[in-house]
């Protein structure tokens, strides 16, 4: 019989990353579940158990300059060997760039940038020996858009991991390793609330919003077959497609009138 899958989720305290949790134990995998709230983590790896899964749980702050060596050293020296690795973990800085601490962007960029692909060089060679692995990397639809006020790194973090995504699947799909980027649109989570984005303007953007399950069941199951980019559900999809092919000019227009509502300033 086959040994059981092991899939190492971050950001699995909350909203996607509890989702793909889920998902993958219902699947049959042992999931490390890795967040910085410890209690949560705990909470979710009991409920996984009584499904006879294997939950490991390992706290970190992926924004931290070699969180995602000490990670990976942590996650060899439980004995686990990671066959899906979901790179879930997410927050912005809502306010403007100039007004921040260099070092809480910079945070941003290890959470977002780095720590994903450090996760991944860390445990693709393992995939590749075996000729089999999944990498799911959690983008945002923000990756296809021109930008505005306010999270001004988020969208050029999220195009990163779209683009690393899509040349890493290149490299190594044909050698049994998918790698999807999945770019959500609007996903009924603790985001807003975790970064204080303010929500009054959002009626029309909520109306069409996904559940994380939603997103996380398109997102496992278009990895599986083996698709580079995933925009989960039907509204989203449309706007990616109008993101896409419309001209930048238009866009642009488009893209910081609908940013407006949510700047909170300096
Ligand atoms: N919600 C949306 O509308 C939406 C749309 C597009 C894309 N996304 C992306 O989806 C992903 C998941 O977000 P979500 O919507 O599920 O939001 P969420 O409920 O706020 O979950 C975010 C997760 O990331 C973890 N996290 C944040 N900062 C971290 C850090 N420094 N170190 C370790 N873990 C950290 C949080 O855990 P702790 O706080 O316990 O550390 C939490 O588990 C993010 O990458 C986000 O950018 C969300």
Redesign the pocket.
Same mark, same amino acid.
């Given at each position: 019989m086959n040994p059981r899958r092991y899939a190492l989720i %971050? =950001?699995?305290? #909350? =909203? /996607? =990353?509890a989702a793909m949790a889920r998902l993958a134990v219902s699947n049959g995998c042992d999931v490390g579940l $890795?967040? &910085?709230?410890a209690d &949560?983590l705990e909470a979710l790896a009991d409920e996984l158990r009584a499904s006879d899964a294997r939950a490991g749980v390992f706290m !970190?702050?992926? #924004?931290q300059a070699g969180a995602a060596q000490k990670l990976a050293g942590e996650v060899s020296a439980s004995g686990a060997r990671v066959d899906i690795l979901v790179n879930? !973990? =997410? !927050?912005t800085v809502t306010k403007g760039f100039a007004g921040t601490a260099l070092a809480e962007q910079i945070a941003f960029l290890e959470?977002t940038v780095v720590t994903p692909a450090a996760l991944a060089h860390a445990f693709l060679p393992n995939m590749l020996a075996r000729s089999w692995g999944r990498i799911i990397n959690?983008s #945002? /639809?923000a990756a296809l858009s021109s930008g505005a006020k306010g999270n001004t790194l988020y969208p050029a973090g999220k195009s990163f991991l779209l683009k690393f995504s899509q040349s890493l699947n290149a490299e190594v799909k044909a050698r049994g390793v998918h790698v999807t980027a999945v770019l959500?649109? +609007? $996903?009924s %989570?603790? +985001?807003q609330a !975790?970064n204080n984005i303010p929500m009054e303007g959002g009626g029309a953007t909520r109306r069409f919003s996904q559940t994380?399950e939603e997103v996380a069941q398109e997102a496992w199951a278009r990895n599986e077959k083996g698709h580079e980019i995933v925009v989960p559900g039907g509204p989203p999809k449309l706007a990616a497609a109008f993101m896409r092919f419309l001209p930048e000019t238009w866009m642009r227009a488009l893209t910081r009138a609908a940013a407006e509502k949510y700047y909170v300033g300096e």
């Open positions: %971050t =950001g699995a305290s #909350s =909203g /996607i =990353g $890795v967040a &910085r709230r &949560r !970190a702050d992926l #924004s879930n !973990a =997410g !927050a959470l959690v #945002s /639809i959500p649109g +609007f $996903v %989570t603790e +985001f !975790a994380p």
